[in-house]
């Protein structure tokens, strides 16, 4: 049975936010453009709107998003540092942020306490690294994390929308340079054999002689091979360039964006500064990480204060031979450490059974994945198309199309004992009529597989060789 294409959900989806519009590609895995671009009212004047914008564009009404969800807003906060070379030189990632957090706020006298800076590397020139950064608010983050969690995808990542660090007219040149028009910035980026890839930011609000800049940031990079200029819906002046590309529909808006989504879902690296906060991690893996670790310290702990007892019982053994008098203290203080000496062993003990059993748990969790195709692929009926299988929390989502809704029944009724040893507690399926045959049907439905843990798996038995 094949469905139609139009049940399929896109891999990846793109938004280019403005002031006063959003577009929206939709890409396959390989970041190659599925349909025409979408043009949606959703004015957002702040990064701070981010998230309300968002719940505006993925309403009941419009298509639903890819997995992965990418956003390019055109007012992002966004700078180009510059800090000594030797200061920052094999400082780890954590120094790094914070010296280009303190470089930020004294170049702004903005505070960045509550905010998200990503970074990227650009060069080095006269013993000075350029790092471009973007900020946004640490709450703005959340809510919009918050927002696509309920659409069921992912958010994967936020940045301003200059920058394509590459010649968006065709085969790489030796040297090249490009001029950004933005809302309130202008981007000049250019590459030299001699120095590589620079970037400068131009604030236009802030700098009211940006142009005059501009000019003799041209002057100073000298003659290229290509050049290039991207303009907005502003005009603005520019120096004169080999190419012109103006961002509306009846333009190069397409062209760019589909630039921009094969940069972020296909090459191997992304050269720009992508906001997007550590992913959680797994629970399950951590948990058994820290009892690996527990019980080594604790063995180590063991051998430690045992040989503490017995160096301290030769020396009360000693001290008894020399004063009776104080035999009855130390017959007490020997019966304490008796007791300690107890407690250690039962705790040992259960470290040891621990120790004998984490590994094997581990064994089984890594073939549950398997076992889960497995069963599913024994027990589905002709009838019946599994879409999706992803995972949100601590549970593994089901989703897909029936013909029929008893099919639906059919199948989790057949895999419930399988699910159930792998230590998932299944939920009753849900199930919509999608109403699109005469007499009914097909079914969408989705099916829940709660994971109980690492308890619950080694409780079911899959933690036995």
């Known amino acids: 049975m094949h469905l139609p294409k139009f049940f399929k959900r896109p891999a990846h989806t793109l938004l280019y936010i403005t002031e006063a519009k959003t577009f929206r590609i939709d890409t ?3 970041g190659v453009i599925n349909g025409d671009i979408l043009v949606i009212d959703c004015p957002c004047e702040s990064a701070n709107a981010i998230p309300g914008c968002l719940d505006s564009i993925f309403n009941d009404s419009t298509p639903k998003p890819g997995r992965k969800v990418w956003l390019l807003y055109a007012r992002l906060t966004t700078y180009a540092l510059t ?6 030189e094999g400082v780890d990632n954590a120094i790094l942020e914070q010296a280009l957090q303190f470089e930020f706020e004294g170049l702004t006298g903005q505070s960045v306490s509550n905010s998200f800076l990503a970074h990227q590397y650009i060069g080095a020139a006269d013993e000075m690294s350029t ?14 994390k918050e927002i696509l969690k309920k659409k069921h995808c ?13 010649l968006i007219s065709g085969t790489e040149s030796p040297s090249w340079l490009r001029i950004e028009c933005w809302s309130d910035s202008v981007f000049a980026l250019a590459k030299t054999p001699e120095l590589g890839l620079s970037l400068q930011i131009f604030h236009t609000a802030q700098n009211p002689k940006w142009q005059d800049e501009v000019d003799h940031w041209v002057l100073d990079t000298g003659a290229v091979d290509k050049s290039e200029a991207i303009m907005n819906n502003k005009i603005e002046y520019l120096p004169n360039t080999d ?32 906001l997007n906060p550590q992913k959680s991690v797994n629970k399950d893996l951590l948990f058994m990480a820290g009892g690996g670790i527990t019980a080594a310290l604790l063995c180590a702990g063991h051998f430690t204060w045992n040989l503490y007892l017995r160096n301290d019982f030769q020396f009360q053994t000693e001290a008894l031979s020399k004063a009776e008098k104080y035999s009855l203290d130390l ?21 040891e059974t621990n120790i004998d059993s984490i590994p ?24 019946l198309v599994i879409e999706q299988i992803e995972q949100e929390d601590d549970a593994i989502i089901i989703s897909g199309v029936s013909l029929l809704p008893q099919l639906v029944n059919q199948l989790t009724s057949a895999i419930e004992a399988d699910v159930i040893a792998l230590g998932w507690k299944p939920s009753t399926p849900t199930k919509k009529d999608m109403a699109i045959f005469a007499q009914g049907g097909p079914w969408n439905f989705i099916y829940k597989l709660q994971d109980m843990g690492l308890e619950g798996f080694i ?4 933690a036995a060789p």
């Open 131 to 144: 790092y471009w950064i973007n900020l946004v608010a640490k709450e703005t983050l959340t809510k919009t």
């Open 83 to 88: 800090l000594p070379s030797v200061q920052i």
């Open 243 to 274: 190419e012109n590309y103006r961002l509306s529909l009846d333009g190069a808006l397409v062209f760019w964006l589909g630039l921009w989504a094969k940069h972020l879902v296909a090459d191997d690296t992304i050269d720009v500064p992508l």
């Open 459 to 462: 409780n079911n038995g899959k």
């Open 360 to 383: 094997l748990a581990i064994a089984g969790l890594q073939q549950r994945p398997v076992k889960l195709l497995l069963t599913l692929a024994n027990n589905t009926p002709a009838d």
């Open 28 to 30: 396959d895995r390989r």
């Open 154 to 166: 992912s958010f994967a990542g936020l940045t301003h929308p200059g920058g394509l660090p590459f």
């Open 331 to 351: 017959r007490k203080n020997l019966n304490t450490e008796r007791d300690k000496a107890n407690q250690l062993r039962q705790e040992t003990a259960l470290v």
